[in-house]
C-alpha cells in the first residue's frame, strides 16, 4: 500500500488564454478545467493508473473541500479525509499562455496540535511493505518540522517515506532518513539557500549531499532534461527525457515519483523505477491531464537504460 498525504489540498482552476496574457487588461480564455490538486493527490492518481494499492489522506474544509471530496469520490481512489470547520480550502488558478504556465496558488487551511495528532492516528496502521507520501507545503499552524515529526513518530514502523517539499520542511526531513525525496531544481535550491542551478551537471554535488544529509535515494527532476538519482550507495544515474509535445506541465513531477514508487513497490531495480518514473512523468507533460497508463507503457517502451554517472 502506498497512502500519500496532501496537506493543504486545493482545487486546481486551469485555464488556457486565447492570446497571450496582458497585464491589466481583460484576457479571455479559451479552455478550463477545475480538478482536485495537491502532490499527494496527483502521485495516487497514477498509482491507480498502474494498478498499485493507494489511499488518500490529507484536510478539508468549506465548499472547495466538499468540491475536492466529490472529485476523488469519482476517480474511486479510497481516501481518508479530516473535516475542519469553518475555513476553505485553497484554490489554485493556472494560467496556459502558449509554452508558459503561470500559477497563482492560494494559502489554504490552518491545522492545529489536535489536527495534526488526528492525522498521525491514522498513519500508525501502517508498516513493513508500506509506503508513505508526504508531498507538498505545510498548511498554516503546522511547524516546518511537520513532515520530519511525522518520519520521526513513525520511524520504528518500517514504513518507507518518500518527501516532495521544499525549503525548510525538506530539509527537516532528510535527518529523518526518508526512503526517496523528490525536489525540482527550484526546490533545491531552497534547500541550499543558492539563487539558481543552471545545468544539471551543476546539481550533481548537491544532490550528493543531500544523500550525506540523511536522504536514502534523491529523485533530482529536471524537466525536460529527465531526471537524475541517486543513493546512499555512492552511484548515481542520469536518464533523459523522451521527445513529445509538452501539453501540460503541472503534475508532472507528480507523475513521476508516482512512477518511480510503483517501480519501487513491485520490486523492480532502482534503475527500472526510474524508467518508469520518467514514462509516467513525460506522459503526464504530454497529456492534457494525468497520464494514462496505456501512454505511460508505450513510452516506457522506447526508454533505454539509464546512464551511470561515474
Known amino acids: 500500500m502506498i497512502a500519500t498525504v496532501t496537506m493543504n489540498p486545493a482545487v486546481d482552476y486551469t485555464v488556457l488564454l486565447e492570446e ?45 473541500g466538499t468540491m475536492i471530496a466529490e472529485q476523488l469520490q469519482r476517480t474511486q ?13 485553497r484554490i489554485n488558478l493556472k494560467v496556459k499562455d502558449h509554452d508558459t504556465v503561470t500559477e497563482l496558488n492560494g ?13 498521525l492516528n491514522k498513519l500508525r496502521k501502517y508498516g513493513d511493505g508500506d509506503y508513505i507520501v508526504l508531498a507538498g507545503s505545510v498548511p498554516a499552524g503546522a511547524p516546518a518540522t511537520f513532515y520530519a515529526d511525522i518520519m520521526h513518530a513513525l520511524a520504528d514502523t518500517g514504513v518507507r517515506f518518500a518527501v516532495d517539499a ?28 543558492i539563487d539558481e542551478i543552471v545545468t544539471w551537471w551543476d546539481a550533481l554535488p548537491y544532490g550528493r549531499q543531500m544523500i550525506e544529509m540523511g ?4 529523485l533530482l527532476s529536471l524537466g525536460a532534461d529527465g531526471a537524475l538519482l541517486f543513493n ?4 548515481v544515474w542520469h536518464l533523459s527525457a523522451p521527445h513529445g509535445e509538452v501539453k501540460n506541465a503541472v503534475g508532472s513531477g507528480d507523475s513521476m515519483l508516482g512512477g518511480f514508487l510503483a517501480g519501487c513497490a513491485a520490486g523492480r531495480e532502482l534503475t527500472e523505477a526510474l524508467r518508469m518514473g520518467i514514462a ?31
Open 215 to 218: 536522504a536514502q535515494n534523491v
Open 232 to 235: 546512499d550507495e555512492n552511484r
Open 107 to 119: 494559502r489554504g487551511v490552518a491545522v492545529s496540535p489536535a489536527d495534526a495528532e488526528l492525522l
Open 20 to 64: 497571450p496574457l496582458v497585464r491589466n487588461s481583460v484576457n479571455r480564455t479559451s479552455h478550463e478545467r477545475i480538478t482536485a490538486g495537491g502532490k499527494g493527490v496527483n502521485v495516487s492518481l497514477i498509482l491507480q493508473q498502474l494498478q498499485i494499492p493507494t489511499t488518500v489522506y490529507g484536510y478539508l474544509s468549506g465548499t472547495t
Open 280 to 310: 509516467a512523468g513525460s506522459a503526464t507533460a504530454f497529456s492534457e491531464w494525468i497520464a494514462t497508463r496505456s501512454r505511460m507503457e508505450n513510452l516506457l517502451k522506447g526508454l533505454p537504460c539509464p546512464t551511470e554517472l561515474l
Open 166 to 193: 521544499e525549503g525548510e520542511a525538506l530539509r527537516a526531513a532528510l535527518a529523518e532518513h526518508p526512503f526517496v525525496v523528490k525536489p525540482n531544481l527550484r526546490e533545491l535550491c531552497s534547500v541550499f539557500g
Open 77 to 89: 481512489i479510497p481516501t481518508d479525509w479530516i473535516v475542519l470547520p469553518n475555513q476553505m480550502n
